[in-house]
């Protein structure tokens, strides 16, 4: 093997190893962004559910009364 063809051949590996790990960044990220929109899903939802809880608590427990003991005291 000459040593323009060791060139070439150790050049085309290379190639090969930055196409690769191009094609595996490009995975990673997509893999990031489909994670943030579903953090941001889960967010707006939870925000909602604690909006939703306050409200229940406000219009439910009206003036906030001492609870009366037990019967058996």
Same mark, same amino acid.
């Given at each position: 093997?000459?040593?323009?063809?060791?060139?070439?051949?150790?050049?085309?590996?290379?190639?090969?190893?930055?196409?690769?790990?191009?094609?595996?960044?490009?995975?990673?990220?997509?893999?990031?962004?489909?994670?943030?929109?579903?953090?941001?899903?889960?967010?707006?939802q939870l925000a909602e559910l604690l909006d939703r809880?306050?409200?229940?608590?406000?219009?439910?427990?009206? $003036?906030?009364?001492?609870? $009366?003991? $037990?019967?058996?005291?």
């Amino acid at each position: 093997m000459s040593d323009t063809e060791s060139v070439n051949a150790r050049l085309e590996a290379l190639e090969v190893r930055v196409a690769y790990q191009d094609r595996v960044i490009e995975d990673l990220n997509q893999t990031v962004i489909d994670q943030w929109k579903k953090i941001d899903g889960l967010k707006r939802q939870l925000a909602e559910l604690l909006d939703r809880v306050m409200e229940v608590e406000d219009s439910a427990a009206g $003036p906030r009364a001492p609870e $009366p003991p $037990p019967p058996h005291y």
